[in-house]
């Protein structure tokens, strides 16, 4: 399986976009593949290469089986990657804290809410 891990990048910490990727690449069963857009660390260049980051992001998408998504604060990258993913006919995956309004757009582009990244690795084992 093929898994691009989806989530917020722009105006976000070292932490916050890489720790939970680190988590699920060493968590998940190691026949899976990660593809990992902090590969290509944009971050402060947003501007200048909108372009590549927009078209190589697509590229990655439509490359995956599933689309898992780090849900923690709203992200324009993050539901436009989402949209692309659903209309390309990739699951969707949404790991949200328990607590989080999920807005009737994400809920329905999401095959399956967790509240934990295991419990939505264990799901996509099933």
């Known amino acids: 399986m093929k898994i691009y891990l989806c989530g917020p990048i722009n105006g976000c910490t070292d932490e ?7 988590y699920v690449k060493s968590a998940g069963p190691s026949d899976w593949l ?3 857009p902090m590969a290509r660390d944009y971050r402060g260049r947003e501007l200048e ?3 590549e980051i927009v078209e190589l992001d697509k590229i990655d ?5 599933v689309v898992l998504v780090n ?8 539901s436009m990657e989402i949209l692309f993913a659903w209309q390309l006919g ?11 309004v999920i807005s009737p757009w994400l809920r329905y582009h999401s095959h ?9 690795m ?3 084992q099933a």
């Open 71 to 78: 849900y923690d604060k709203p992200s324009v990258g993050t």
């Open 34 to 36: 990660y593809v990992d």
């Open 90 to 100: 990739k699951k969707v995956v949404t790991v949200c804290r328990p607590d989080a």
């Open 49 to 51: 290469a909108y372009r």
């Open 112 to 120: 399956g809410v967790f509240h934990s990244f295991d419990a939505a």
């Open 122 to 124: 264990a799901a996509l």
């Open 61 to 65: 998408v439509a490359s995956v089986d």
């Open 16 to 22: 916050e976009c890489k720790d939970w990727r680190q």
